[in-house]
């Protein structure tokens, strides 16, 4: 998504199977496993994930819904 010092910033969309695990938690493991950058400085959990006909994840929709 946007960020107005970074020009963008990683954020991650989450569907998860039942109850969520804490953020704390899914930021924590993915520290473990990705290099800093690339680790979401916001975990946003969904319902739903945004697609379109060919059932790919529509990107601009959720850059659009977690950049307010």
Known sequence: VPD???G???VAAVKP???PPPEADIIAALKQRLAG???P???HF???LPRNVMGKVQKNE???RFSR
Do not use: A, S
């Open 37 to 39: 950058y690339k680790v």
């Open 41 to 43: 400085k916001e975990i």
């Open 62 to 64: 959720l850059r659009e």
């Open 8 to 10: 963008e910033r990683v």
């Open 46 to 48: 969904v319902d739903d």
């Open 17 to 19: 199977d039942g109850t």
């Open 4 to 6: 107005p010092d970074f």
